[in-house]
C-alpha cells in the first residue's frame, strides 16, 4: 500500500486536485511538502520547499554551531529513497541566499583570509546559489557567490560524514573598476579566474590550498614542454 500526503494527494484523488501542501514553521522558515510512501518497501518520495528562512536559525536548527550570520535563504529538494539505507538515496535541490553577510561564516571567514581579502562588509559575497544531487552518500555541488569585490564559482562534492572536495575560482567583483574592461573580454570561465582554491578536509575543518592565475597550469598541462624547457 502506498501513503500520500501533501499536495501528492491529487495524484489519487481528482476531486482534490487542488491538494494543499503539507506546510509548517520550521527550520526557521515556511517549509511545505508533498510525496509519497510505500508501506512495504519503505521507500518515499518527498518534494520540500523551505521559503524566507533565516540562515543563521536555519544552521543551528540543522546543528551547525557558530552560524552567525545573516542572510535570507530559500531552497527546494526532491528526494527519493529509503530513510534508513542512505545506499538508496537520490535526489537534487537547490539553495539561493540573499540579502547576505555571508563572510560571518566560519567557512568563508578561512577563505577569505586564505585569499588575503580583510573579512568586512566589501568583502561579503551579497547573494548565492548551490545546486546538488543526492546519489547515495555522496552530495556533487555546484557553486557560485556574488559580491561587489570578488565572485566565486565552483564545482565538487560533500557527504553526509561533512568530507569536503571542491574547486573553488574567483574572479573580479562588480564594483573593482576593471571588471568593466575584463568582464567583456575575458568571460567567467576557469581560464580567465584570478585564484583557485582547492579545499578538502572537513566542512568543520577546512584545509584551502591558493593557486594564483590557474590557467597558467591549464597551459603547462596542454604544453608540458613549456615548463621543462630551460
Not at 581579502?117 to 555546484?142: E, H, K, M, V, Y
Request: charge should be negative.
Amino acid at each position: 500500500s502506498t501513503l500520500y500526503f501533501g499536495s501528492r494527494v491529487a495524484d489519487v484523488l481528482p476531486s482534490e486536485s487542488h491538494a494543499i501542501a503539507m506546510t509548517a514553521s520550521a527550520l526557521s522558515g515556511d517549509l511545505s511538502l508533498g510525496g509519497l510512501g510505500r508501506l512495504d518497501t519503505g521507500k518515499f518520495f518527498c518534494e520540500a520547499q523551505l521559503r524566507h528562512a533565516e540562515l543563521a536559525g536555519l544552521l543551528q536548527d540543522v546543528g551547525v554551531e557558530q552560524a552567525s550570520t545573516q542572510a535570507r535563504c530559500d531552497a527546494s529538494l526532491t528526494f527519493d529513497g529509503i530513510p534508513w539505507n542512505t545506499q538508496t538515496w537520490s535526489g537534487e535541490g537547490r539553495v539561493h541566499l540573499s540579502d547576505a553577510q555571508l563572510f560571518q561564516l566560519p567557512f568563508m571567514i578561512r577563505f577569505l583570509r586564505t585569499a588575503s581579502i580583510s573579512a568586512n562588509d566589501d568583502s561579503a559575497f551579497q547573494s548565492a546559489d548551490i545546486l546538488f544531487r543526492i546519489d547515495g552518500d555522496l552530495i556533487p555541488l555546484q557553486i557560485a557567490c556574488d559580491g561587489e569585490v570578488l565572485r566565486l564559482f565552483g564545482d565538487g562534492w560533500t557527504n553526509l560524514r561533512r568530507e569536503v572536495d571542491l574547486k573553488l575560482y574567483s574572479y573580479v567583483g562588480r564594483r573593482v573598476p576593471i571588471s568593466r574592461v575584463i568582464s567583456p573580454i575575458m568571460p567567467d570561465s576557469r581560464y580567465s579566474a584570478l585564484m583557485m582554491f582547492e579545499v578538502t578536509g572537513t566542512l568543520d575543518n577546512p584545509q584551502m590550498l591558493r593557486r594564483p592565475f590557474p590557467q597558467l597550469t591549464s597551459i603547462q598541462e596542454m604544453f608540458p614542454e613549456m615548463a621543462t624547457a630551460d
